[in-house]
């Protein structure tokens, strides 16, 4: 029976990671031959390894760059986490100056629409690829706020892994936030499925009301302070990378 690439991933998955737009929409470019792997065009349902295979949409290299550069953002709610919307709502890249603006980076780690908090743009494919793909389990935490207090036995289930349409999930850290007395809970999951910690908690029985992202791998939202953003230095990016895989 063939065994796909590890590393692989399907193309489609792959545009989405990189910002160029939602599954869907990038299978519809993908069938609109907008989408080369190694100069020649894309197939729907194709798998690619980005350390390995070149990636261009619309003739330009998605997963590679000789000049890489990291902008770290404090996302807030209302913008959605792509390059482009077909629906015209405001996207993350309309939150830089128009000098990042020019340099085409996608944004890793989507956050939805009314989600907020740490996001990662950059041009590098391989760093993008690192922190989204489930076999590197990187770590990203968020802070959640519910509808009410959760159970303890909610909070166990949540810690040992649930199931949900795709699967089961792997256990996640959870913690109880006192804040405000308000039922604010922290969770760190080491996949990155579609919406994962908003359909968690609809699993285990709550309603988010609002939810933060204070971690994306090595970085945290705290590393911005009081900034909107933050240009990161590329060898510290990469090192910070590397020693967290080891």
Do not use: C
């Amino acid at each position: 029976m063939f065994s796909p690439d590890p590393d692989s991933v399907k193309i489609h998955a792959y545009l989405a990671h990189m910002g160029i737009a939602s599954r869907r929409k990038s299978e519809e470019l993908v069938a609109a031959g907008k989408v080369t792997v190694n100069n020649q065009p894309a197939q729907v349902g194709q798998r690619i390894n980005p350390a390995k295979d070149e990636v261009k949409f619309n003739g330009k290299v998605v997963n590679s760059s000789e000049n890489p550069v990291y902008v770290l953002i404090n996302k807030p709610h209302g913008f959605v986490s792509t390059t482009d919307d077909e629906l015209g709502r405001p996207t993350v890249l309309q939150l830089l100056p128009e000098s990042l603006k020019k340099l085409r980076l996608y944004p890793v780690g989507r956050l939805d629409q009314d989600s907020q908090g740490l996001m990662l743009l950059t041009n590098d494919g391989d760093v993008a690829y690192k922190l989204t793909h489930p076999k590197f389990e990187m770590p990203k935490t968020y802070e959640v706020l519910l509808d009410r207090s959760p159970t303890e036995a909610a909070v166990n289930i949540l810690r040992r892994g649930m199931l949900l349409r795709e699967g089961m999930t792997a256990p996640a850290e959870v913690e109880l936030i006192e804040r405000d007395n308000k039922p604010w809970l922290s969770i760190t999951i080491h996949e990155g499925r579609n919406r994962q910690v908003r359909r968690m908690m609809e699993r285990a029985g709550y309603d988010v009301q609002k939810l933060i992202r204070i971690r994306l791998g090595p970085f945290i939202l705290s590393d911005l302070g009081e900034k909107p953003m933050l240009q990161l230095d590329a060898t510290q990016v990469q090192k910070a990378v590397t020693e967290l895989l080891q």
